[in-house]
């Protein structure tokens, strides 16, 4: 399906509004979303019945033409094969005209990108973790969700209310002036609304169409480097030289007693037991509810805090410089999982990214081995050791004694200045040549140890309509034989100092 692109000069943005939906309202959106889960889980069987059929017939000697045809998961073969069923199967019979169209074709459409994405995962051509075959959808695990794109979708004059297909006019827990006034001056175009149930509470996104003006930011030309840690959730060096340390507002830590005894109150009361299935009692239903809206506290705070902290990060500075971190790795660390965890690294380093599109400024992203910490601000020698329990770097070759985190973030704003030179073995300059201690600057293996990417059909088989590419090999994430590169401008591979990301606006 073709992947639909703004206009010059306009962006794709989400607006999110909390809802205030009464009993009906909230029964007919929990019945969309499981026809949403329901029509996902017949096109998995549907589309996997046709793989466990040929594997049973090859076990008889047949082969070729004898086999049978593969079913095809393309989104509109989906719809074709679902609208021929819907009448007919007893599973859909009854109900499946309740709801809008847009509930099955929500489900269609998530179960058509979960082969996709395993049929290139299998074939090698789609980065990241290896995507397994999909499965079906768990009634009381599945987060509830529905999108419409399609039928009335509009928000009332009154700014208080939304209006979906099915669902009629929905009242909202705050406000929708921000897009309605957008809307009226015409500057925005509704594509499509998402109805999600998060955190205890129904939200609808518009995703929008917005025409968006660059913003200025308030220092031009300045350049900052950042520092993530669990002690300050951000250190900021700038070019001026000032140097701020941002508090981590630990909000898991904060409400962690709070939670301890909740818990142990959910745990004295008769909870559900699927194998016997036995309900809850009451009892326990409150205090899990009292337990939850404390983590969806916790949740809200943090994701505020976040958004806060980037959006005067990238209002203020031209240039942004991070660090390619490896939170997944970093959570297996069992005594700082939680306390990482908690700080939010990977979502702080996304909305630096984004929001940097607002000002057409860049963020430029250090390699994941490069030695921030390790390597001296001042004379750019590198230490071969640094324990995380030493929180002082002191340089054994000049009288350099700082905090560990703000030579850190010294060495990440060098990187922002030297983008545009050649090296000239300053710290954190792009040619400058570091030792290896202890082999920590090597990269990881391209692929995991017995997993060899095929180019068959996604079940194993090898069709020969099947088109046979070549192995795409990745590093980091990323291709081996390209650094992650702007739409815009392209950076050599062999410059290992980092990796330039994000530099352009929407077609801007």
Request: charged share 30%; net charge positive.
């Amino acid at each position: 399906m073709r992947k639909f692109r703004p206009r010059p000069g306009w962006v794709v943005q989400a607006y999110r509004f909390a809802l205030d939906p009464n009993a009906g309202q909230e029964a007919a959106l929990r019945s969309h979303c499981g026809a949403a889960r329901t029509a996902y889980n017949w096109a998995v069987g549907w589309v996997t019945a046709s793989w466990r059929q040929r594997g049973a017939e090859q076990t008889y000697g047949l082969g070729g033409e004898e086999l049978t045809e593969w079913r095809p998961w393309s989104l509109p073969e989906l719809r074709r094969a679902f609208n021929a069923a819907k009448r007919t199967d007893p599973r859909f019979a009854d109900w499946w005209r309740e709801n809008s169209k847009e509930a099955y074709s929500t489900g269609l459409a998530g179960a058509a990108a979960a082969f996709d994405n395993y049929a290139k995962s299998k074939q090698g051509r789609r980065r990241g973790g290896r995507v397994g075959r999909p499965r079906y959808k768990a009634k009381h695990k599945t987060a509830l969700s529905c999108r419409f794109t399609t039928g009335t979708i509009r928000l009332e004059p009154d700014r208080r209310h939304v209006t979906l297909p099915r669902l009629g006019t929905l009242r909202t827990h705050e406000p929708t002036g921000k897009l309605h006034r957008r809307l009226e001056a015409g500057n925005a175009r509704i594509l499509s609304a998402t109805v999600r149930h998060e955190r205890g509470r129904w939200l609808v996104s518009f995703q929008v169409e917005v025409q968006r003006d660059l913003r200025r930011v308030t220092r031009p030309g300045s350049a900052v480097g950042i520092d993530l840690g669990i002690k300050h959730l951000a250190v900021l060096a700038d070019s001026r030289g000032e140097v701020r340390h941002v508090p981590n507002p630990k909000h898991y830590e904060t409400a962690l007693k709070k939670l301890r005894r909740l818990s142990r109150r959910v745990s004295r009361r008769r909870g559900p037991d699927r194998r016997t299935g036995r309900s809850p009692s009451n009892r326990w239903v409150k205090a899990n509810a009292e337990r939850n809206r404390v983590q969806h506290r916790v949740a809200n705070l943090r994701e505020n805090a976040l958004h806060q902290l980037t959006t005067a990060v990238r209002a203020e500075y031209a240039v942004v410089v991070v660090e390619d971190l490896n939170v997944a790795g970093m959570l297996r660390n069992r005594r700082l999982s939680r306390k990482i965890a908690d700080a939010g690294f990977g979502r702080l380093r996304r909305q630096l990214t984004y929001k940097g599109h607002r000002h057409a400024c860049p963020t430029v992203v250090a390699d994941r081995w490069f030695p921030s910490s390790k390597t001296c601000s001042g004379c750019g020698a590198v230490k071969a050791k640094l324990p995380l329990h030493v929180r002082v770097f002191d340089c054994e070759h000049c009288p350099l004694v700082l905090d560990r985190d703000e030579n850190a973030a010294r060495n990440l704003l060098a990187l922002a200045a030297s983008t545009a030179v050649t090296g000239t073995g300053a710290a954190g300059d792009l040619g400058a040549k570091a030792p290896k201690p202890r082999g920590a600057d090597r990269k990881t293996r391209t692929t995991r140890p017995g997993h060899q990417a095929g180019t068959g059909r996604a079940d194993g088989a090898k069709p020969p309509h099947q088109l046979r590419g070549k192995e795409t090999r990745t590093v980091n994430g990323h291709p081996a034989c390209a650094a992650v590169v702007s739409p815009l401008r392209t950076f050599p591979a062999e410059r290992p100092g980092m990796l330039i990301s994000d530099y352009e606006i929407s077609n801007g």
